[in-house]
């Protein structure tokens, strides 16, 4: 499966942006996906998952309450919806989706089979 994440732009803090990812092939609404981010200098880092089979949502702790994972299976799309943008949200955003993982490995970027390529957002203050 080959993901293409879109969306990524240049906002002002405060703003918003939506990202997608979409998959070359396949039923998206097989595999739970998430997204990850990567600041220069910085490890990738958990953002926030939705799970296939349950639909849950999972967020890490510097985006709860701002952003929003979701999916439209009818699109075959997750978007990620982020408002209240600030310039730490800054980052090359990925978004990763498997068909097998667990629970406890939902946060764990090791865990994901496929990747997309990746979009760049950028917040000015």
């Known amino acids: 499966v080959q993901l293409q994440a879109s969306g990524g732009g240049l906002v002002q803090a405060g703003g918003s942006l939506r990202l997608s990812c979409a998959p070359s092939g396949g039923t998206f609404s097989r595999y739970s996906v998430g997204w990850f981010r990567q600041a220069p200098g910085k490890e990738r880092a958990f953002v926030a998952a939705?799970?296939?089979?349950?639909?849950?949502?999972y967020y890490g702790d510097s985006v709860k309450g701002r952003f929003t994972i979701s999916r439209d299976n009818a699109k075959n799309t997750v978007y990620l919806q982020m408002n209240s943008l600030k310039p730490e949200d800054t980052a090359k955003y990925y978004c990763a989706a498997d068909s097998g993982i667990i629970l406890s490995a939902i946060t764990d970027d090791r865990q994901y089979d496929y990747w997309g390529q990746g979009t760049q957002v950028t917040v000015s203050s």
């Open positions: 939705i799970r296939s089979s349950s639909g849950h949502t």
